[in-house]
């Protein structure tokens, strides 16, 4: 027996109270219960169960251990049930929402992706950037960026959403190329205003220490799209998240500034309305998500 099932068999032996109910849980006798118990006692060299005519009762170290074993019980279930999941046929009208850059650039062609390992499911797309009540717009799930306020949605974490500087060559030839943080008080500046609307850079140096630069808003606008465009069009610095820029990066429209730094990540989040009864579709989709977005995910998108 594996150590995986002795563990379920103790954390059902201690639910229950009893070796012959966990035995017929487990569809075998008694008496092996108590074998694989006391074979776990010998491996462990500890007592974990107090027997006696009345019942089981847990010694210290078995009630720290059941406590252990019970997550990972928990833990592996969850584990089974994502991968029967990714097996299973999602069906009826999967309401996903996201923000406009973020649904047109990362989450359409992921939900392509997976509409077609799942033909019998509907698929309805909204994108606003401003922030949207996912009961009373009927989302079933929407895919946030940063640090979620406690509420009572349910969320998982999907991965990191990572931002970077960036001008063309024509604007650097002609501003010059900021050589530190500091250097970016003295150019013009492009502001994506739902992210950094106080015009105040947090730039990360190479050994972890963040330096607060103030800035001088050329432009300023809630879209990334006319960011990216300003950019390339030579009217400034812009900070931008990875995937919006890579493409420009790749065609030489843009390149990096200040390679040796980084901007502050913002965290990838799949919101649903409640923790609980999560429908299958909703879950579904969320375990498709995860693994999508680790180190340099934004390099693996379709060219747009």
């Keep these: 027996m594996d150590r995986l099932q002795a563990m379920e068999m103790f954390v059902r032996v201690v639910e229950t109270g009893s070796f012959s109910r966990a ?14 118990i006391a074979a776990t006692e010998a ?11 009345r019942g089981v009762s847990l010694t210290e170290a078995g009630a720290l251990y059941y406590e ?5 019980v928990r833990e592996a279930e969850e584990a089974d049930n994502v991968a029967r999941m990714q097996q299973s046929q999602a069906q009826g009208l999967l ?15 992921l939900a392509l992706e997976f509409m077609r390992q799942h033909p019998q499911l509907l698929v309805d797309l909204s994108f606003e950037d401003r922030y949207t ?23 998982r974490f999907l991965g990191a959403n990572p931002w970077l500087l960036v001008a063309s060559p024509r604007y650097l030839k002609r501003a010059g190329t900021p050589r530190r943080p500091a ?43 006319a960011v990216l465009a300003a950019a390339r069009s030579d009217m400034g610095i812009a900070a931008l998240p990875w995937y919006v ?23 990838i989040h799949a919101v649903y309305p409640s923790p609980k009864l999560v429908p299958q579709k909703v879950l579904a989709f969320i375990a498709f998500l995860q693994g999508r977005f680790g180190p340099g995910w934004w390099a693996e998108l379709p060219k747009s």
């Design 23 to 36: 035995a017929r849980e487990f569809s075998t006798t008694q008496p092996t219960v108590t074998k694989q």
């Design 43 to 53: 491996r462990l060299k500890v007592r974990l169960l107090n027997r006696n005519t």
């Design 68 to 72: 252990k074993c019970k997550t990972i």
């Design 95 to 109: 309401r996903v929402g996201s923000s406009v850059a973020f649904g047109r650039r990362v989450i359409v062609p």
């Design 133 to 155: 009540d996912l009961v009373a717009q009927g989302i079933d799930v929407a895919i946030r960026m940063g640090k979620l306020a406690d509420s009572t949605l349910g969320a």
């Design 183 to 225: 250097d970016l008080s003295g150019h013009d500046t492009l502001i994506y205003s739902s992210v950094q609307g106080n015009d105040v850079w947090r730039v990360l140096e190479p050994r972890g220490e963040t330096v607060t630069v103030s800035v001088t808003p050329r432009l300023r606008s809630n879209n990334l799209s």
């Design 245 to 267: 820029a890579a493409d420009s990066l790749a065609a030489g429209a843009i390149v990096e500034v200040l390679k040796d730094h980084s901007l502050p990540e913002q965290e």
